[in-house]
């Protein structure tokens, strides 16, 4: 599948179209011989990002490989919404051990691997973002600094939501969470804390990172296609948005994740070796206002009084992404 | 080949003649000396098609072993103290996902304070996690359980620790018979794993289990634990027939026959005890000795018969239950049920204190009189206890 988007002039858009498309360039998910590496039955929401993220991503990794794909699955909703005993709704070789430990795991996995003269078959951990930025921290950036044979994919939601919606070190500034409420002179998450994985993973100098979201799942595909492509420890943190956890529609998952990126709050890019190589220019600029106000979790930016001091701190935080990472090459990035 | 020889090098040397295809390791005295040995034969091409990692933490150890192990490779580590301490959740993971790693545990103190020196508090807090525990009483017999260890595990699809008392043994230079590849080959089929993760017969391993079968899969466990109280002994046996030499095993007794007393222990202090216990054989007492190589599974029934006969129980440990007392005792008790043994327990050797024969002989001679109490500390300094205590109380 080639990386280069492909422009529906006649919808402004990125999505649906495959029809008009060569069959080597339409989505894999197209293919009614897809392979469902995640297939239907499973108990996410409605609108559920993650289960969408990680469907695309890992048949995407299935095709790469000839279906040569070990999953270890960290604990939460991936893992719980996939698998109530004795249901599965993996079609993939599956693994689940704990909470904080799926990167060692897949290291594990990718050793065995090795071992046995097995290079053929490719390993991938997978997590939300408190297995990922939190729990499971120490162990990514071990397998990060031995360069272990392993793609590592963060579908990020921004809190834990399996237990119920609380802070993570990926909750953006005045979310709020169920440990970060909307109460007091400050609401929500607080400013000045959280971890930006991709730029970590980065300072590891592994071969390759990448971010996406699922607004734009051709390119989470051809990114895993082009992650796998690579030896060594890889990163592709993904933002998918949660209806239960963020207080939005269902039907508006994509619309929001679409919101995320082209108000600059969410920088799509790649970096290679520890240096950007491309980021996916803005098309529709928006302020940050669009995106939050889909979402109760910012609710309190908006009633009973508009916080425009805060509204403004996160239009900085976005602006600051644009210009770092170049969203819009031709501007000099003002609204 | 019988060699002069630090335990750990033994240890180390022994199970590469096991063939491990995936080594964790992360540094903890007084364990490190093991996988240092094993990192050697790895990095000189000793232990071809072996993969050796260096982890960043025990909990990473364990969780490499558990990916690697569910991958179908023969997996190893080793640990100690808080080490084993940190790894605890990926400890009951391995088990409960019944991923037979091996994993040697140095035994040593837990903080705080913080203590290197010998005890067995650390491998006696995972004795719930659902691995089988082997004791070694000497370097050779840890060296030995090493190669059973594989067996046992494989046999079972359980994982095995196998518990050799830090610097006590570990660091000790004696002669050992270090078991051979070629000896090794043929007692130790290559490791054909119950259930594996390969992409052409996908399966799903660690799904989520709620209320409805939760209890049977963990009676499940129990019962295949307790199948190990058949396969210790008999991979003892055949081990027996493929050395010629006697290791492992479910108890070892000592001096038993006539003994009305009879002193029950773990690991490296028994050495010591028969010693002392020779010297009151000598002297008319009747006295002997039972030492426990399989902690878990408990072969309740395997003393129980050994103690049929016993007046008295002694149990010496070198761990403890805070707010309780001691904990091999609590397990021997089972074995005494609806006798009229006495039981006695003496805590000794805490954080790497020395036992001496003499203050073995002393609280022995006294106890063969009924003349301690039910819970000894042995060589405590009561006054400088109770001072302190007072105080911290007052």
């Keep these: ?335 | 080949m019988l060699r002069q020889v630090e335990g750990s090098k033994a240890v180390a040397d022994t199970v590469a003649a096991c063939r491990p295809q995936v080594i964790c390791a992360y540094p903890i005295s007084p364990q490190t000396h093991i996988v240092e040995g094993l990192s050697q034969l790895v990095k000189n091409g000793s232990l071809d098609g072996c993969e050796f990692i260096n982890v960043e933490s025990e909990f990473a150890a364990m969780s490499v072993a558990i990916g690697a192990s569910a991958t179908g490779a023969r997996t190893y580590t080793a640990t100690a103290s808080q080490g084993l301490l940190y790894m605890v959740e990926a400890v009951y993971n391995a088990s409960g996902l019944g991923l037979p790693i091996v994993m040697t545990v140095a035994n040593r103190a837990i903080g705080a304070p913080i203590n290197i020196w010998n005890d067995h508090s650390d491998s006696m807090s995972q004795r719930d996690s659902g691995w089988i525990q082997l004791y070694a009483e000497t370097n050779q017999e840890a060296a030995d359980l090493h190669v059973q260890a594989f067996k046992i595990a494989e046999d079972l699809s359980l994982p095995v620790m196998v518990c050799m008392d830090g610097f006590i043994l570990t660091h000790a230079y004696e002669r050992v018979d270090v078991p051979e590849r070629s000896q090794v080959d043929k007692f130790l089929p290559p490791f054909v794993p119950r259930q594996v993760l390969d992409p052409n017969n996908p399966v799903s391993i660690g799904a989520m289990v709620g209320p409805e079968a939760f209890t049977e899969v963990k009676y499940m466990a129990h019962m295949k634990n307790q199948l190990a109280l058949e396969v210790i002994p008999k991979v003892a046996r055949d081990f027996q027939k493929a050395f010629g030499r006697s290791s492992g095993g479910l108890v070892r007794g000592y001096k038993l026959d006539g003994a009305d007393t009879v002193v029950i222990a773990l690991g490296s202090i028994l050495g010591t005890i028969k010693d002392v216990v020779d010297e009151m054989v000598a002297a008319d007492i009747a006295i002997g000795v039972i030492g426990i190589i399989a902690f878990r599974p408990f072969p309740t029934d395997v003393v129980r018969t050994a103690l049929s006969h016993a007046k008295r129980v002694i149990v010496l440990e070198k761990a403890f239950q805070v707010g309780i007392g001691g904990i091999v005792i609590e397990n021997v008790r089972a074995s005494l049920r609806g006798s009229s043994t006495k039981d006695y327990t003496v805590i000794a050797g805490l954080g790497g204190r020395p036992i001496t024969k003499d203050s073995l002989r002393q609280y022995l001679n006294r106890a063969c009189v009924d003349g301690v109490e039910d819970l000894t500390f042995l060589d405590l300094d009561q006054e400088l206890a109770d001072s302190e205590i007072l105080r911290e109380v007052w």
């Excluded at chain 1, 793609?151 to 939601?157: A, G, K, Q, T």
């Excluded at chain 1, 440990?179 to 959280?194: D, I, K």
């Design chain 1, 1 to 335: 599948m080639s990386a280069a988007p492909i422009k529906f002039y006649q919808v402004g858009s990125f999505a649906i179209g495959n029809r008009l498309l060569s069959p080597e360039d339409r989505s894999i998910q197209s293919d009614p011989e897809r392979t469902n590496a995640l297939t239907s039955g499973h108990r996410a929401c409605q609108g559920c990002g993650e289960a969408l993220g990680a469907r695309y991503a890992l048949d995407a990794a299935m095709r790469a490989t000839d279906d040569k794909i070990i999953a270890v699955n960290a604990t939460g909703c991936l893992e719980v919404f996939s698998t109530p005993y004795p249901e599965s709704s993996w079609r993939i070789a599956w693994l689940h051990s704990l909470f904080g430990n799926a990167p060692a795991v897949a290291t594990g996995v990718a050793a065995a691997l090795k071992a046995q003269g097995k290079s053929d078959i490719r390993v991938i951990g997978q997590g939300g973002d408190g297995a990922t930025v939190d729990i499971g921290f120490g162990a990514l950036s071990g397998m990060f600094e031995r360069n272990d044979d392993v793609l590592y994919i963060c579908y990020d939601n921004e809190a834990y939501m399996n237990t119920g919606v609380q802070r993570s070190g990926a909750t953006p500034p005045a979310a709020r969470t169920a440990t970060t409420q909307a109460v007091g002179e400050n609401p929500g998450n607080v400013f000045g804390q959280g971890k930006n994985l991709p730029r970590i993973a980065m300072a590891h100098e592994i071969p390759y990172v990448a971010t996406a979201t699922v607004a734009d799942l051709r390119d989470l595909e051809a990114k895993v296609i082009k992650a796998m492509s690579f030896r060594g420890a890889r990163y592709i943190h993904v933002l998918v948005p949660c209806p239960l956890g963020w207080g939005s529609e269902s039907c508006d998952t994509i619309k929001i994740a679409r919101l995320a990126t082209q108000s600059g709050l969410f920088p799509v890019f790649e970096a290679e070796s520890g240096e950007v190589t491309s980021s996916t220019p803005i098309r529709h600029r928006v302020k940050v206002e669009e995106y939050l106000k889909l979402q109760i979790r910012y609710s309190h930016l908006f009633s009973p009084n508009r916080r425009d001091d805060v509204i403004d701190l996160l239009q900085a935080t976005a602006d600051k992404n644009i210009s770092r990472y170049n969203l819009i090459p031709d501007e000099s990035g003002s609204i």
